[in-house]
C-alpha cells in the first residue's frame, strides 16, 4: 500500500509530553514531504494554535492544509482559503450553554479567533486551554453572544470525575444532535453533527483525489478514533486510551518514544 496522505494529531500524538516537537518526528515529516506526501495536521486546537507548529514543520506552502476544531474547519494554509467550515448555530450556542448549566459544568466557545466563556468563575482548564493553543480569551455573557459570533467548537470542561458524571447525565437527543467527543480527560467537544476528524480526512482526500487505502491517520484519544476507523492504516500511539488500539490498523511507539517517526519510517517511507 502506497500511502499519499498522512493525517497526525498534535497533543499526546505529535507533540512529546513535555509539548515538543522531537528532531526524529520533524526528520521523518520532512523526509515524508520530499517523497511526495502530504502531511496534514489535524487537531482539536483552533487554527491559530497549530500555526507555530505547520512553520517549524515546513507544512506552510499552498499545497498544504490543517484540519482544526476536531473537524469542523479545513483549511490551505498558504492561500488561507477555506475548503471546509461545520459551524454551530446560535441557537445551538444557547441550548449548549443552557446544557452546561444544567449539568453543573464550564463551558467555553470559539470562533476563528477568540474563545469566549459566560463563566463569571472561569474554569482552569479554560484558562489552559487558551494559554496552549495562543487564542485570546474573552468574558461575555450570554446576552452578548449574538449571532454575529461565528462558534465552530464548545467545550464542556472540568475535572475528570464531575465531567464524567455530567457526559452520563447528557440527553440522548443532545448526543444525535451534535458531535460529542472527548478529547483529554477534562474536555468534552461539542460540535456540528458534520464535524468530526473522520468525516474531514475523508473530505480533504476527495478534493486531493486520494482513495482512503492511500491515508494514514495517527492519534491517541477518543476524538482521533474515526479518522483511525475511516483510512486505510489507522495507527494508534502506544501511550492512546485502549479501544482507539483496538480499532487501529497499527499500534507505534508512543510520543515520548518518537511514535509519529516509528510509524511513518516503518509504513511510509521506502
Given at each position: 500500500m502506497t500511502i499519499k496522505l498522512i493525517t497526525i494529531d498534535i497533543d499526546g500524538t505529535l507533540l512529546n509530553s513535555k509539548k515538543e516537537l522531537t528532531?526524529?518526528?520533524k526528520e521523518a515529516i520532512k523526509k515524508a514531504k520530499q517523497q511526495g506526501v502530504h502531511v496534514v495536521l489535524a487537531t482539536g486546537r483552533p487554527t491559530v494554535g497549530v500555526m507555530a507548529?505547520?512553520?517549524?514543520?515546513?507544512?506552510?506552502?499552498?499545497?498544504?492544509?490543517?484540519?482544526?476544531?476536531?473537524?469542523?474547519?479545513?483549511?490551505?494554509?498558504?492561500?488561507?482559503?477555506?475548503?471546509?467550515?461545520?459551524?454551530?448555530?446560535?441557537?445551538?450556542?444557547?441550548?449548549?450553554?443552557?446544557?452546561s448549566r444544567k449539568l453543573g459544568v464550564h463551558l467555553h466557545v470559539q470562533d476563528n479567533d477568540t474563545m469566549y466563556t459566560a463563566n463569571t468563575d472561569i474554569s482552569k482548564y479554560t484558562i489552559v486551554e487558551a494559554t496552549l493553543t495562543t487564542i485570546p480569551l474573552e468574558y461575555k455573557p450570554v446576552y452578548l453572544m449574538t449571532d454575529k459570533i461565528d462558534i465552530i467548537k464548545a467545550m464542556m470542561v472540568e475535572d475528570e470525575e464531575q465531567l464524567d458524571e455530567a457526559i452520563e447525565r447528557l440527553p440522548q437527543e443532545f448526543k444525535e444532535r451534535f458531535s460529542v467527543v472527548k478529547s483529554a480527560p477534562y474536555y468534552l467537544e461539542i460540535l456540528n453533527k458534520e464535524a468530526t476528524k473522520g468525516d474531514a480526512v475523508k473530505e480533504l482526500a476527495e478534493l486531493l483525489n486520494i482513495k482512503q487505502e492511500e491515508i494514514m491517520a495517527i492519534g491517541d484519544n477518543e476524538n482521533d478514533l474515526t479518522m483511525i476507523e475511516y483510512a486505510g492504516m489507522g495507527v494508534a500511539m502506544d501511550n492512546a486510551v485502549g479501544f482507539v488500539k483496538d480499532v487501529a490498523t497499527h499500534v507505534t511507539k508512543s510520543h515520548d518514544e518518537h511514535g509519529v517517526a516509528h510509524a511513518i519510517n516503518t509504513w511510509v517511507l521506502k
Open positions: 528532531f526524529e518526528v507548529f505547520v512553520e517549524e514543520l515546513g507544512l506552510n506552502q499552498d499545497d498544504n492544509y490543517v484540519i482544526t476544531y476536531n473537524g469542523a474547519l479545513i483549511q490551505n494554509v498558504g492561500t488561507k482559503e477555506i475548503l471546509k467550515k461545520h459551524p454551530l448555530t446560535h441557537d445551538d450556542y444557547l441550548d449548549i450553554e443552557l446544557m
